[in-house]
């Protein structure tokens, strides 16, 4: 069975950082694309970051980049969302997502991390 | 990269057919067949129900279906049920290599 189950969230004041953490299993985790995708509360899906299985090719949404980092390791099943200058804007539910293998959608998904950024 | 377009809200009554529609532009959903559509229950997590455009996984009941045209995609419901009344986004790949989701979509059971 995939399981994608997220950790690392919590409450942190505007300019703090935090890290996700996603830890997969249930597949051949160096073999897919991950993705995160938040929820500000009451609102719609956003996507946020990619990291493809060689954890060399990244991507970012442009509200984000420069402020959090992707990374993978494939010997832990994990993926890290380094969150770093976070705003009250980046507020949300973070979800670990798993893209469907050499394909351009989203397949499995995990529960969530709360991430509120307040003072 | 701007949200896709979509309508706030759709209702409809049991066994009638609705359709949502989801607009982008050149750059996502008029160059890519990858468009994607998901359904989130209050408190859940999304759950896919089609992709690249018009394919429904296997476990996704027939009643979903999906087209599109130029910028735009549409996704349609038909013989609504109240196990149905959830919100739906659309995503589409973009000529950035990144992804963008839609704006949602409530649709209500009446």
């Known amino acids: 069975e995939v399981q994608l189950v997220e950790s690392g969230g919590g409450l942190v004041q505007p300019g703090g950082s935090l890290r996700l953490s996603c830890a997969a299993s249930g597949f051949t985790f160096s073999t897919y694309w991950i993705h995160w995708v938040r929820q500000a509360p009451g609102k719609g899906l956003m996507w946020v970051s990619r990291?493809?299985?060689?954890?060399?090719?990244?991507n970012y949404a442009d509200s984000v980049k420069g402020r959090f980092t992707i990374s993978r390791d494939n010997a832990k099943n994990t993926v890290h969302l380094q969150m770093n200058s976070l705003r009250a804007e980046d507020t949300g539910v973070y979800y670990c997502?798993?893209?469907?293998?050499?394909?351009?959608?989203?397949?499995?998904w995990g529960q969530g991390s709360l991430v509120t950024v307040s003072s | 990269q701007s949200a896709l377009t979509q309508p706030a809200s759709v209702s409809g009554s049991p066994g009638q057919s609705i359709t949502i529609s989801c607009t982008g532009t050149s750059s996502d959903i008029g160059s890519y067949n990858y468009v994607s559509w998901y359904q989130q229950h209050p408190g859940k997590a999304p759950k896919l129900i089609l992709y690249?455009?018009?394919n429904r996984p296997s476990e996704v009941s027939n009643r979903f279906s999906s087209s599109k045209s130029g910028n735009t995609a549409s996704l349609t419901i038909s013989g609504l049920q109240a196990e149905d009344e959830a919100d739906y986004y659309c995503n589409s790949y973009t000529s950035s290599s990144t992804y963008v989701f839609g704006t949602g979509t409530k649709v209500t059971v009446l």
């Open positions: 690249d455009v018009s």
């Open positions: 997502v798993r893209g469907a293998k050499w394909a351009y959608f989203f397949d499995y």
């Open positions: 990291i493809k299985f060689d954890g060399i090719t990244t």
